[in-house]
């Protein structure tokens, strides 16, 4: 299939998002999907600098709930580029595959930000049970985080799953050097 909306080139950026593009907007093709609409790009910025830098989660906590979303939305895309994110934690990959997994594979805190994602997905929303245990294990800022993170990346995952864009170049290449798992 050909995209309507492929990666924008270098020679083709918006003027009204010029200066995204040395930032991380040029440096990934989701975004350079995403340029297509300059006035989302534009204002999806200063959300992703808090969801995916300031986040109350903390990198590995976050990297969790991302890779548990791209696996929900089917997104090989998100997935890919954050096992290349979570080995740059040294996060090791038994540990990033059992996200795919069942709960009961995976170690506690994994399994706790996991089945929080869970419910966002077959709930629309967290009990007030597992919101609790959230909040006592994380503190409520990660909570409201966590929640974000995953409307988020969700977001993302639907742009992905519509408009298809090729797997980043360097992301490609780590995996195919070492592929998840081996």
Partial sequence: MTSPCPPIADADWPEAIASLRDGFAGRLNVYRVMAHHPALLAAWAPLRRHVVQDTALGAERSEVVILRTGHRLGSD??????????RALEMPDERIQ???GPLAGMAPEDALLSEAVD??????G?????????????????????????GFYSTLG???????PPLDSNVAAELEEQPIGG
């Fill in 77 to 86: 895309y998100e997935w890919a580029h954050h096992v290349s994110r979570a």
């Fill in 98 to 100: 059992s996200l795919r």
């Fill in 119 to 124: 419910a966002l997905f077959d709930d629309k």
């Fill in 126 to 150: 967290l009990g007030a049970g597992l919101e609790q245990r959230l909040a006592t294990a994380f503190g409520r800022q990660a909570v409201f985080d966590l929640l974000a993170t995953v």
């Fill in 158 to 164: 639907f742009l992905l799953n519509t408009y298809r």
